[in-house]
């Protein structure tokens, strides 16, 4: 992988948010955990037309912050 591609690479992952497969890696959880969070809600994130959800880092951190004690729950439903 050349360094531009690596550059495309994280301002995707950036601009056009995880696939809640690279989240759940991102966040060393199963895909199973990233889904049911985001069903009840407690990590928020947005649905592409085709219905696949996606994160962006700022969301995920947000989550973490939150579950770390640098933050409440509520940070992290507002994160969206």
């Not at 360094?3 to 601009?15: F, V, W």
């Not at 955990?33 to 009840?40: E, F, I, K």
């Not at 959800?53 to 004690?69: H, M, T």
């Amino acid at each position: 992988m050349t360094a531009k591609t690596k550059a495309a690479a994280r301002r995707s992952l950036t601009e056009l948010g995880f696939t809640s497969s690279q989240a759940a890696s991102y966040l060393g959880v199963s895909l199973a955990t990233v889904r049911r969070w985001s069903n009840d809600g407690y990590l928020r994130g947005y649905r592409t037309p085709g219905g696949q959800r996606r994160f962006s880092r700022e969301q995920l951190d947000a989550f973490v912050r939150s579950l770390s004690g640098g933050g409440t729950d509520d940070d992290a439903r507002s994160a969206a």
